[in-house]
């Protein structure tokens, strides 16, 4: 059984730039949420580990990063690697080396996803590589048969350029639906959400494991405190609700591409 006894720690972008999004994390406390883990005892590991059916330690966490975004190489990896961590990034493939044009810009900055080299330097480095799907959009809006394609073209780019079988995802927005684990479970072994799960009383399963977002404005020792609820089993309401907001990402991300199917991001939000 993998969850609720390790706790799953969501990260985007680490960066010292203001911004209106708030899951931007400021190198600093960065930094210091690493230093509480070591000083806690705790130990990193991945995916691969537990598919590779490691012992794992009494305190062990999963750091995985959204988006791919070019600070988790520069930033982010070498102060992982100086406390012995390791992490799971996820990447959307579409964006590689791109700016991240998918996301609603809260605010005035762009920021830079990380390049084939760069997401080799990681992988070489102890980091596992997993899917972000390939367009970074919703699930829930696309046809079973672009749904199919993201979930397998992403998958095989990425273990192309690592030359190893990518086995974990990351549903974009965090949002899944039976249909998006479905689909999953053809591609993947691990799959990864935010928040609560969205099937309360479902016995929790690798392929919608819930994590802990990591915010901009939480205390490192607040972020410890969340993980060990996580593993009683209790989410932070406020956290729940910060996350209900993603929906209107999702909403303004879509209409940045279509007018048409509001109505069924609406239905969506309603069943969630
Ligand atoms: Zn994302």
Same mark, same amino acid.
């Given at each position: 059984?993998?969850?609720?006894?390790?706790?799953?720690?969501?990260?985007?972008?680490?960066?010292?730039?203001?911004?209106?999004?708030?899951? /931007?994390?400021?190198?600093? #406390?960065?930094? !210091?949420?690493?230093?509480?883990?070591?000083? *806690?005892? +705790?130990?990193?590991?991945?995916?691969?580990?537990?598919?590779?059916?490691?012992?794992?330690? !009494?305190? &062990?966490?999963?750091?995985?990063?959204?988006?791919? +975004?070019?600070?988790?190489?520069?930033?982010?990896?070498?102060?992982?690697?100086?406390?012995?961590?390791?992490?799971?990034?996820?990447?959307?493939?579409?964006?590689?080396? *791109?700016?991240?044009?998918?996301?609603?810009?809260?605010?005035?900055?762009?920021? =830079?996803?990380?390049?084939?080299?760069?997401?080799?330097?990681?992988?070489? $480095?102890?980091?596992?590589?997993? /899917?972000?799907?390939?367009?970074?959009?919703?699930?829930?809006?696309? /046809?079973?048969?672009?749904?199919?394609?993201?979930?397998?073209? %992403?998958?095989?780019?990425?273990?192309?350029?690592?030359? @190893?079988?990518?086995? %974990?995802? /990351?549903?974009?927005?965090?949002?899944?639906?039976?249909?998006?684990?479905? $689909?999953?479970?053809?591609?993947?072994?691990?799959?990864?959400?935010? %928040?609560?799960?969205?099937?309360?009383? @479902? @016995?929790? %399963?690798?392929?919608?494991?819930?994590?802990?977002?990591? +915010? *901009?404005?939480?205390?490192?020792?607040?972020?410890?405190?969340?993980?060990?609820?996580?593993?009683?089993? #209790?989410?932070?309401?406020?956290?729940?609700?910060?996350?209900?907001?993603?929906?209107?990402?999702? $909403?303004?991300?879509?209409? =940045?591409?279509?007018?048409?199917?509001?109505?069924?991001?609406?239905?969506? &939000?309603?069943?969630?």
């Amino acid at each position: 059984m993998l969850t609720p006894s390790i706790p799953i720690l969501a990260y985007h972008k680490i960066d010292d730039r203001p911004d209106f999004g708030i899951t /931007s994390r400021k190198i600093a #406390h960065f930094k !210091e949420d690493l230093r509480l883990l070591e000083a *806690r005892g +705790y130990h990193s590991i991945t995916f691969k580990d537990l598919d590779a059916g490691i012992s794992v330690p !009494e305190k &062990a966490v999963i750091i995985t990063f959204d988006d791919g +975004y070019a600070s988790f190489h520069d930033l982010a990896l070498p102060l992982l690697l100086e406390r012995g961590f390791r992490a799971v990034v996820f990447i959307p493939t579409a964006y590689v080396g *791109r700016e991240n044009s998918w996301d609603v810009q809260w605010g005035q900055h762009h920021y =830079k996803h990380m390049d084939v080299e760069q997401i080799v330097a990681c992988h070489r $480095a102890g980091i596992e590589i997993g /899917s972000h799907l390939v367009q970074h959009l919703f699930p829930g809006l696309l /046809s079973d048969a672009v749904l199919e394609y993201e979930m397998a073209a %992403s998958k095989k780019q990425l273990s192309e350029w690592t030359n @190893e079988e990518v086995i %974990s995802l /990351s549903y974009p927005f965090g949002k899944y639906d039976p249909r998006a684990i479905r $689909a999953a479970r053809g591609h993947y072994r691990y799959a990864v959400g935010q %928040s609560s799960p969205a099937f309360p009383g @479902e @016995e929790l %399963s690798a392929l919608f494991l819930p994590r802990i977002n990591v +915010y *901009r404005m939480d205390s490192s020792a607040r972020i410890i405190k969340k993980m060990e609820q996580a593993v009683q089993g #209790h989410f932070s309401l406020r956290d729940r609700l910060i996350q209900k907001g993603a929906w209107a990402t999702v $909403a303004l991300q879509y209409l =940045k591409f279509s007018q048409k199917n509001v109505r069924k991001i609406k239905r969506h &939000a309603e069943i969630n």
